[in-house]
């Protein structure tokens, strides 16, 4: 699976959008990008995925380059309950035979009032 | 809610001894994966099960192992604990084994090893 770069903080105004980078430049063309957050010790949560499109659900809004070496993940009016830290995750999809995630060292973002 | 439950939430252990972490996946998931996060290694990927057969292993110590049993529960078994082996361990299941499947994680089992 590819290796994916984040900035290790970020802060966002409560109500604003919260833009979280991913570098993974080494992306295959059957990679996904994969984001997922933890909120202070809690289990990871799934928030979205994409391959080449870009991607939107309630929860937030995944933009892929068209290169495919970086992506960025969208909340767009971020609340306090979204400080996390948020991991994006680049591994094969339906051709792997696990679904094994490998989890970088994130990004803490810290929504402030 | 993620429907994933893992017991017990902590546990407290001394050195050298044995502990049995337990994880039931969410209703038809076949696909059961623990993880272990300790603050200087981050959250590593231990192993994954799929429909009671090992799928994958990460770097999990010779002193753990696991299992998943045809109700599709797993437990994951640590012995001769060390210190460093304290640590939160979550476990996940998903419908199936690919990489395609979306994750959910439980809450966590606490481990102190004193």
């Known amino acids: 699976d590819a290796k994916t770069t984040q900035p290790p903080s970020m802060d966002c105004a409560e109500g604003r959008a919260a833009n979280l980078p991913c570098n993974h430049s080494t992306i295959s063309g059957n990679e996904y990008v994969y984001w997922y957050r933890q909120i202070h010790s809690q289990g990871p949560q799934y928030i979205i995925h994409?391959?080449?499109n870009n991607e939107t659900n309630e929860m937030a809004s995944l933009i892929i380059t068209e290169d495919r070496k970086s992506s960025t993940l969208i909340l767009p009016h971020a609340t306090l309950r979204d400080t996390a830290v948020y991991y994006c995750i680049v591994r094969v999809g339906l051709a792997s035979n696990t679904g094994k995630l490998i989890f970088g060292q994130g990004t803490t973002l810290q929504v402030k009032p | 809610d993620s429907g994933v439950t893992q017991t017990p939430k902590h546990l407290i252990t001394a050195t050298g001894q044995r502990v049995t972490l337990r994880c039931s996946p969410r209703s038809g998931d076949l696909s059961v994966y623990w993880y272990q996060q300790s603050l200087d290694q981050g959250l590593q990927f231990l192993i994954h099960y799929y429909n009671g057969e090992e799928r994958a292993k990460g770097n999990i110590l010779e002193r753990f192992s696991a299992q998943q049993f045809p109700d599709l529960h797993s437990e994951l078994n640590l012995s001769s604990l060390e210190l460093g082996d304290s640590a939160l361990y979550f476990c996940?299941?998903?419908?199936?084994?690919?990489?395609?499947?979306?994750?959910?994680f439980g809450a966590g089992t606490r481990l102190s090893v004193l």
């Open positions: 994409g391959l080449k």
């Open positions: 996940a299941s998903s419908v199936d084994l690919g990489g395609l499947n979306i994750q959910y």
